[in-house]
């Protein structure tokens, strides 16, 4: 009796473990063809029919007959992600926040950003606009969408565990339970992972961006504040305390300005957003508008912009040298501000890199702006939040559909 349930417990093991195999290679790879999911998997064709089968029953993929290619035989059926089932990605940023509905193969269904001006910011005020924008966003998807989890990605130091946002300088918070708040504040029962905005914009650049299978990765999000993800060997680094990744607060400037993280002369004093708009002349707090008319005064030529992008471009090599001579990553992936900074800044950023890298260091290096646009750390979040059900896709109860929610709210 005993032999028996070991002996089924271990193929429940082995079970689960495949359906994951295969629903994350369809979530990280795309659509296949279950001669693809043969190949790559290692299990044989009926054992993949089997595990595609319960995938489909539980609504995360489908499946669509090809096409013949005039190959002898009968075409293999493609196997792809559905888009009944997602995950929410969240941001919050000094001057925006931002939700996303996010399915299975990264697809972005949904997106919404909203500008606000730079103060600081009741955390309450926050929760509830983040709930009230993600409400609206699901309130227009087909009603049977199925939500299972939310990522929230917060521009300053987060430690996981606690879900708890420790000090985020620049928006005037200490040790605010940001997860715990919103799930809270959600109509309907969620898990809620959160993490530094960096680590989310590394993840989704080794994922889904420039950075796609590589093992040492340094990502920097540059806005107001600046912090960097780091992947090191493959594994992200957290450090002891959750602070690795502040490389706005690396020193730079002994004679530098004020930081607001209580020190001076620090990187994101020189190459921050407000650095940006003091060598422009434009005052600081005007927030993504300003900005935006500063790239357009950039593109159309002028010349008094294009000499301040060239000392911005100088200050962010200086930084980045050392951050290249510390991690020797394969690559560093520029986000936020600094990827549409990236075409004005380019030149002067490389010189400084050529004077300041070891030059072995300096050959295989790639400094790119990132392609996933200003929502690389979304994109992050959102995978995280799908860890849950990539590691067993059919452990959990699956959750009530977002349309279920107004019975629960009915019922307050
Ligand atoms: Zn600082």
């Not at 001057?95 to 996303?100: F, T």
């Not at 607001?260 to 990187?267: E, F, I, V």
């Not at 646009?373 to 959990?396: I, R, S, T």
């Amino acid at each position: 009796m005993r032999r028996n349930e070991t002996a089924g417990s271990r193929s429940e093991s082995v079970r689960q473990a495949n359906l994951s195999a295969i629903l994350r290679s369809l979530h990280l790879g795309g659509a296949a063809t279950r001669s693809d999911l043969v190949a790559s998997s290692g299990l044989t064709r009926s054992a993949v029919g089997a595990l595609v089968g319960e995938l489909t029953e539980m609504g995360f993929v489908h499946e669509e007959r090809s096409a013949s290619d005039g190959s002898p035989g009968r075409p293999s059926p493609i196997v792809m992600p559905t888009s009944d089932h997602v995950t929410i990605a969240m941001e919050v940023l000094v001057d925006s926040l931002a939700v996303a509905a996010i399915s299975l193969g990264g697809h972005v269904l949904d997106h919404r950003r909203v500008d606000r001006t730079r103060q600081a910011r009741p955390v309450d005020d926050t929760v509830r606009n983040l709930v009230d924008l993600t409400s609206k966003m699901l309130d227009e998807l087909p009603t049977t969408v199925v939500v299972h989890g939310v990522g929230v990605a917060v521009a300053g130091v987060v430690r996981r565990s606690d879900k708890t946002v420790v000090v985020a300088p620049n928006i005037g918070w200490n040790d605010v339970p940001l997860g715990d708040l919103i799930r809270l504040a959600l109509p309907i029962d969620l898990p809620v992972v959160i993490a530094n905005d960096g680590d989310f914009g590394v993840l989704a650049e080794v994922r889904r961006g420039v950075a796609t299978g590589m093992h040492d990765v340094v990502y920097i999000s540059g806005e107001v504040g600046v912090g960097a993800g780091v992947i090191a060997d493959g594994r992200p680094l957290g450090g002891a305390a959750g602070f690795a990744g502040e490389v706005g607060h690396i020193p730079v400037n002994p004679g530098g300005l004020a930081c607001r993280c209580g020190s001076s002369g620090c990187w994101e004093t020189e190459v921050g957003e407000e650095a940006l708009l003091r060598r422009v002349g434009r005052a600081a707090g005007g927030g993504r508008a300003v900005v935006d008319d500063v790239l357009a005064s950039a593109a159309a030529g002028d010349a008094d912009v294009l000499a301040a992008m060239d000392a911005h471009g100088r200050w962010l090599g200086f930084g980045l040298a050392g951050i290249i001579n510390t991690f020797d990553p394969d690559v560093v992936v520029l986000g936020g501000l600094f990827a549409r900074l990236f075409p004005y800044v380019a030149a002067a950023m490389s010189s400084e890199l050529d004077r300041r890298v070891f030059d072995v260091v300096r050959q295989q290096v790639g400094v790119l702006p990132s392609g996933l646009g200003l929502d690389g750390p979304l994109l992050g979040a959102a995978e995280w939040a799908w860890e849950q059900v990539l590691a067993d896709p059919a452990g959990a109860e699956p959750p009530l559909p977002w349309c279920a929610r107004t019975l629960i709210v009915g019922e307050v």
